[in-house]
């Protein structure tokens, strides 16, 4: 027992030293968990970071924590930011970035209005999208490009809930490729998508970076640390179900359908190998595009050296394998591998049965990384070597084009070679231009060569004829047998330089290329593997140095004199196009300049105009910065408010406001603050005091510029001195108050006199039966029957006399309140007031309401109008002495219920022909001299057209005049 103890102990103590040994870091993350940071969880969860003897905490996400200050201050040894970190790093951050996981930003607008096609249709939409402005500079840079105005556009702050670009609650919403888009086709949901790479604004995401204190004191845990954590984004993306799997049941915070980290996965490894093989890679001239947008915009301080801001990756010349691939190594101890033996430059076997060519120098370079040899196995033809690998005599081809048929017995790596492919032909055939046009042509390509099923199925009129290899196909093509031969622009380029001096040429291109990578049996998922890793591990500019080795094509033995000699007469005519066209441009700079010298003068004299019209318009201009809270006036607004521009440049909004005058300060107050929630430019009339104590009226108009956020930056707008036209404006409203008070006048003496006409019958009346009852007293005649009968006269004749006087107060009274009423009752409470004098004189009144609809009106006005109108022809039926004089009045409705008619008609013979025109002017009296002011017509127009929006007008038939009330509702 005591043996199993010690036993136990001593593995605990083994453990806990060991994991003393392991150095403790931390990588803070800038988003939820989700499959965009699955190479770090990968890394930790099968041991990449161990092996290199980390201890790596993953710090979650929470929008309380700055990454970047999470990192400089040594909270977080590790971040994953943006591209914005460039910015960061102008401003000063002592900050080195690692890898770019990322080749292309997953950010993009979406949306569902499917009428938003173009960025143009973006203008008056609403945009969901984050508040940081740098987090969105390529979706704004995208909209710029395309002239599109941040003004025009309503930004919202982003909910990050898809449920508010389903139901329009916005127009568009910045997303991620890899997570929105699945959500909307999961609900069958169609859209739109902008992404700023389509219009040139391809920028890194997911930048792995640290602090320049961690490079400096700990260059190799770094270096370690960027190589376990791309090594663990090698297995997530090699292994994208274990990985999905892996987040579900421990890195799932936000709940994530299975499906759906499938669809983020695919989508995000299209970014991560986006123009690249090597993951992480990030590219200096890359970050000083990004760096130069940045810049444009206004967001860099200052300048990078991006020597410095990347740090040095150098390729290490192992590659990270797991355990298992290790193990699996040591086992195999070779690997095998099939070539074609006579395709150079690519590859062949030389007459010593030595492997060169460019894929031996590439497999010298896996070989020296994995430290297992790697033998070449002898075969005759490419043919031969195909059917070797199908047969699983050897484990690899070396260089090879995936087809549907191969795919049946091997497994290809991406490509690490791409290559144009063209067609060989005798001199004398003129150049190609289109492979298509080619009828029944006999065209050779190696036997077993990938692009034979692939020509045959696109090109139908070509005549593929398999040949053994590349020099037979040429010598047929040289002896006439075949018209060309089809083969890689490298290959065939270096049989020219070999042979068939003179007698061949390159004569078309393929829009096709031959992409080829390694070709590993189906059964062999580790080597697989293996050789995956090993080609995204290649150095582009080991690529490039194989590349420029073996490809040194001359075409001098090949070459068409005839197109030479045409390029050189082109080139002759252009250049001295060129030379035409410097000489032009130096004559064209000389005229711009005088052009420029002219415009400068042309504005000079333009400002000195616009300030002395501004002088004579009195219209001054100014701006209000409104998070300064500072107030800038131009000269003319100077002059306005007599304020000594020396002693006071620049105002507050305060000291702004206590030039107002008190009456008026809270009005403008107010109505500048709704102008802010409205977003629409306002016009405000208010009285101001100046310097010296004059009061004068200005008139003011304000519009604000806004942020994309909404939030305002600053207001401008003029200022016109008005004192002068408010001056008059209010002398003719004085005016118009004194004709009507006249014109209130005369109908009170009218009025009068109709009540005297109203009042004499009663009173009379109340006389008589007072006489009477006296009567009856005296002779002690009353009884209580008959006393109550005259006291019961009396009181209604008491009534009427009171009523009078309420119909006569209420006419009068000047009520500037709208209430609801109609035309009839207007009507027939100024009848109740005229009409007894009216009838008076034998004159009969006709009614003829045909419209009792509601109209919202001055009651009183109206009836002082209509008052007027029925004395005027009272008046004229009178004086001309009508034998049955009539006076009509009617209301009705139009057509569509929208205005309502009231006409006043008599028989008295109708308005002069000569005056017609001109009874509505102020003091001109259709009356006789002593009789009129000129002021009633006048003030009746005045009240329906100005007070209360109608139109008033006259005209005349066979009787006599008819006078028209026509009011909206």
């Known amino acids: 027992m005591m043996k199993i103890i010690t036993f136990l102990v001593s593995i605990l103590l083994i453990n806990t030293l060991f994991a003393k040994d392991l150095e403790k870091i931390s990588i803070q993350l800038q988003w939820l968990d989700q499959f965009q940071f699955a190479g770090y969880y990968m890394a930790k ?327 297992v040899d790697i033998k070449v196995i002898k075969t005759k033809t490419w043919s031969q070597s195909l059917e070797f690998a199908k047969k699983r005599e050897c484990d690899i081809l070396s260089l090879a084009m995936e087809t549907e048929k191969r795919k049946e017995y091997l497994k290809f790596t991406s490509p690490y070679l791409k290559v144009p492919l063209v067609i060989a032909t005798k001199t004398e055939v003129p150049f190609i231009n289109d492979i298509a046009s080619f009828t029944n042509k006999k065209v050779g390509i190696p036997k077993g060569y990938a692009f034979v099923e692939l020509l045959k199925s696109k090109y139908k009129n070509l005549n593929i004829i398999e040949v053994k290899n590349i020099q037979e196909g040429l010598t047929k093509v040289n002896n006439g047998e075949l018209f060309g ?130 002088k004579l318009a009195k219209i001054g201009y100014w701006k209000y910065e409104i998070e300064e809270n500072n107030l800038i006036w131009d000269d003319e607004a100077y002059n306005i408010f007599g304020i000594d521009k020396q002693k006071h440049p620049s105002l507050s909004m305060v000291s702004f406001l206590d030039l107002i005058d008190i009456e008026d300060g809270y009005q403008f107050f107010q109505a500048y603050n709704q102008h802010l929630v409205d977003k629409t430019p306002y016009l405000i009339t208010h009285k101001i005091i100046t310097s010296s104590g004059r009061k004068k009226y200005v008139e003011e108009r304000c519009e604000t ?80 029957e008959f006393f109550k009968k005259e006291i019961k006269l009396i009181d209604e004749y008491s009534q009427h006399l009171s009523k009078t006087i309420d119909d006569f107060r209420g006419f009068f009274k000047d009520n500037k309140i709208k209430s609801t009423t109609t035309l009839e009752n207007i009507v027939n409470s100024t009848l109740d007031i005229i009409k007894i004098s009216v009838e008076n004189k034998n004159i009969k009144i006709v009614t003829d309401f045909k419209c009792n609809s509601e109209i919202i009106t001055y009651s009183n006005e109206i009836k002082q109008v209509v008052l007027n109108i029925i004395k005027n022809a009272e008046d004229i039926l009178v004086d001309n002495d009508i034998r049955t004089p009539i006076i009509t009045i009617k209301t009705l409705c139009d057509k569509d219920g929208q205005n309502k008619v009231l006409i006043i008609q008599d028989n008295g013979g109708g308005v002069p022909s000569d005056i017609i025109e001109k009874i509505f002017d102020p003091y001109y009296s259709t009356k006789k001299l002593k009789d009129g002011t000129g002021l009633g017509l006048y003030m009746s127009k005045i009240i329906i057209e100005e007070h209360c929006d109608g139109k008033i007008s006259v005209t005349n038939d066979k009787d006599g005049a008819i006078f028209s009330i026509k009011l909206s509702i």
């Not at 005839?562 to 032009?584: A, E, M």
């Not at 109709?754 to 009353?782: C, E, G, Y």
């Open 45 to 371: 969860e099968k041991g990449f970071y161990n092996d290199v003897g980390l201890d790596v905490e993953i710090k979650k996400f929470d929008s309380n924590i700055d990454t970047l200050k999470e990192v400089i201050e040594n909270k977080a040894t590790y971040g994953v930011g943006r591209s914005s970190l460039i910015i960061d790093k102008s401003k000063g951050a002592k900050i080195k970035l690692l890898s770019a996981i990322f080749q292309s930003s997953p950010s993009i607008l979406l949306t569902t209005n499917l009428n938003i096609k173009t960025i143009k249709d973006f203008i008056d939409k609403k945009i969901m999208i984050t508040s940081s402005v740098t987090k969105s500079v390529s979706i704004q840079a995208m909209m710029e490009h395309k002239n599109i105005n941040i003004k025009d556009i309503l930004f919202l702050k982003h909910s990050f809930d898809i449920k508010d670009l389903i139901l329009h609650k916005t127009d568009l919403m910045a997303a991620y490729i890899s997570n929105e888009p699945y959500l909307l086709q999961e609900k069958d949901i169609k859209y739109n998508i902008f992404d700023p790479k389509d219009y040139g604004f391809d920028f890194y995401s997911d930048i792995l970076f640290t602090s320049d204190d961690e490079i400096q004191n700990h260059k190799n845990r770094a270096l370690e640390f960027q190589q376990a954590s791309i090594r663990g984004w090698e297995y997530a993306f090699s292994h994208i179900d274990e990985t999905v799997n892996l987040i579900l049941k421990k890195y799932n915070s936000q709940n994530k359908s299975k499906e759906a980290l499938l669809y983020e996965a695919k989508e995000l490894k299209k970014l991560a190998y986006y123009k690249t093989n090597n993951l992480g890679n990030i590219d200096k001239n890359k970050i000083q595009r990004i760096y130069d947008i940045y810049n444009v915009m206004g967001f860099i301080k200052n300048d990078i050296d991006m020597d410095k801001f990347i740090f040095e990756q150098t390729k290490n010349n192992n590659i990270f394998l797991t355990k298992d691939e290790l193990s699996y190594l040591k086992q195999k101890k070779q690997i095998t591998v099939c070539i074609d033996p006579n395709w150079m430059p690519f590859e062949k076997l030389d007459k010593n049965g030595n492997h060169i060519g460019m894929t031996a120098d590439y497999f010298k370079i896996f070989q020296d990384n994995l430290g």
């Open 485 to 614: 031969y089809i083969g890689t622009l490298a290959s065939v380029g270096y049989q020219f330089q070999t042979g068939f001096s003179g007698e061949l040429k390159i004569a078309g291109k393929f829009d096709e290329r031959w992409e080829l990578g390694v070709g590993v049996r189906d059964d062999d998922k580790i080597l697989f593997d293996i050789f995956q890793k090993l080609i995204n591990n290649l150095d582009i500019k080991q690529q490039q140095e194989i590349l420029n080795a073996w490809i040194s094509i001359k075409y001098e033995k090949g070459i068409d004199y005839t197109l030479v000699w045409q390029l050189i007469v082109v080139f002759s005519f252009i250049l001295s196009i060129i030379i035409y066209f410097l000489i032009y441009q130096n004559q064209l700079k000389r005229e711009i300049e005088n052009l420029n010298q002219n415009l400068e003068d042309k504005v000079k004299f333009a400002l000195v105009d616009l300030k002395n019209a501004q």
């Open 705 to 784: 510029r806004y942020d994309e956020y909404n939030h305002p930056i600053f207001s401008i707008g003029t200022v016109q001195d008005i004192t002068e036209q408010k001056t008059i404006q209010l002398q003719l409203e004085y005016k118009d108050n004194q004709m009507l008070h006249q014109s209130r006048l005369a109908q009170m003496g009218e009025m009068i006199s109709m009540i005297a006409h109203q009042w004499r019958q009663p009173l009379n009346a109340i006389s008589l039966t007072s006489n009477n009852l006296q009567f009856k007293l005296i002779m002690d005649d009353v009884d209580n």
